[in-house]
């Protein structure tokens, strides 16, 4: 019966990855019809606005009277359907190499999106460069600010007095720049570099996040998942991956035997022949052995699967060099703008978690976590070295760029960190 049932469910396991299959492979035979099609879909919605809304010339504010709000909505509409047009057409191109497929059809509405973008591609790319360039300009104005702050801070002569106070020439040089006619375009114009950079920052930080975080759940479900247990299930395989898991399996039979001898004895069961508790214990552990060939197939499943999240973070990495800039430059700003006793805060907060007198636990249960996560026996004095040696490294590296950094950007801030860590 047992056997019966387990080559029931292993057959339907294989029915259904052999449905997902078939879908994925239906899926991905209909993507450069499906890309061409959204692709044309958002060249529709840009000519219909400029026919309906722009007397049949192109999206800007040269072509009609509009409010800023307006305008600011029309090419909010355009940059979306542009960019699903881009993006729906590398879709297309790649998937089209890949297949072969050659089709009449699709030149009429590829020669529609082509006349459709025509009139955009030298726009989009004046603004990228324009972007480019604010970017560029903000780093390195906020890396002379830095260095400025560094240098006053340093220098010898900055307390010199002169005809009149600093303070009162900066004062004036603010009024100044404040009435100046070019004041409200320039904080404009600081505005949106400030803006896309916080947001080029969030985003790249959640497909930072996301990205390897679905490719591992992806690759897991539908390609490693199977492979393994079908090499598992072909060969004669163990039960057990490690020495741990045998003597949980072996510790929670004990446990039932005993349990079922306590029942036994306390009269809440019908009392049982020998035969028959030796039934029930083998049938016990013919569940705990299929329990554990499932645990130790995940635990080779998430080996495979980690290590293609670990390519696909690399890759994210590889091909994002000026949104790394931006997130550096972003998070330079955001750490600057804390208080001093927010800065002290959150370094004695880091340091309490990872190198305080109670951060030893906190790093034996990560560790045994990631252990069993890979299907490893976890180590007790390997823990226990890794224990003793990081935190103290990492512990030393803190230290040394409070003495050496923090000491120079923000003097307020690391006597603040000195007193409240007093």
């Known amino acids: 019966m047992k056997n019966f049932l387990f080559t029931k469910n292993r057959d339907l396991l294989r ?5 997902y299959w078939e879908v994925m492979k239906q899926w991905f035979i209909n993507t450069p019809e499906r ?3 959204q692709a044309y879909e958002a060249a529709q919605k840009i000519r219909n606005i400029e026919i309906e809304h722009f007397n049949n010339q192109i999206i800007s504010a040269a072509s009609v009277s509009e409010t800023p709000n307006v305008m600011s909505y029309w090419q909010s509409i355009l940059r979306q359907n542009l960019t699903i047009i881009k993006l729906r057409l590398a879709e297309f191109q790649t998937s089209r190499s890949l297949l072969e497929i050659s089709h009449p059809v699709l030149l009429n509405k590829l020669q529609f999106i082509d006349e459709v973008i025509a009139k955009y591609q030298q726009q989009t790319v004046i603004l990228s ?6 970017t560029s300009k903000s780093i390195k104005i906020d890396s002379e600010i830095y260095q400025n702050t560094s240098n006053l801070i340093n220098s010898p002569n900055n307390q010199s007095v002169g005809f009149l106070p600093s303070s009162i020439g900066r004062t004036i040089n603010r009024i100044t720049t404040d009435f100046s006619p070019q004041a409200e375009a320039d904080f404009i114009r600081n505005y949106h570099i400030s803006q896309n950079r916080t ?6 930080l959640i497909l930072l996040i996301v990205i390897p975080l679905l490719t591992q759940k992806i690759s897991k479900e539908f390609f490693v998942s199977p492979i393994v247990q079908r090499v598992r299930s072909e060969q004669v395989t163990p039960v057990f991956l490690n020495s741990e898991m045998e003597e949980e399996a072996f510790k929670e039979l004990k446990t039932f ?6 029942q036994t004895l306390l009269k809440k069961a019908p009392t049982l022949s020998p035969e028959e508790i030796e039934a029930n214990i083998k049938e016990k552990a013919l569940e705990i052995a299929k329990e554990f060939r499932w645990k130790s197939k995940e635990a080779i499943s998430n080996v495979f699967a980690d290590l293609i999240s670990l390519v696909a973070f690399a890759l994210v990495i590889a091909n994002s060099k000026r949104e790394i800039v931006a997130i550096k430059s972003f998070i330079d700003e955001l750490i600057f703008g804390l ?8 370094i004695i907060l880091f340091t309490d978690i990872f190198v305080g ?3 030893p636990h906190g790093w034996e ?17 390997l823990i226990f070295l890794f224990i003793a040696t990081f935190p103290v490294i990492l512990d030393t590296v803190v230290k040394y760029w409070i003495f050496r950094y923090l000491s120079r950007l923000s003097p307020s801030a690391l006597a603040t960190y000195k007193e409240m860590n007093e």
């Open 339 to 346: 208080s001093d006793s927010a800065k002290a805060f959150l």
């Open 15 to 19: 029915q259904k990855v052999y449905e």
């Open 365 to 381: 249960v990560i560790l045994e976590g990631i252990a069993e996560h890979l299907g490893v026996a976890a180590n007790e004095s």
């Open 257 to 262: 035997e005993e349990q079922l001898k306590f």
């Open 357 to 359: 007198f109670h951060s």
């Open 199 to 204: 947001r080029t920052s969030i985003r790249f």
């Open 129 to 134: 460069n324009i972007n480019q360039q604010s």
């Open 35 to 37: 890309s061409l099609t």
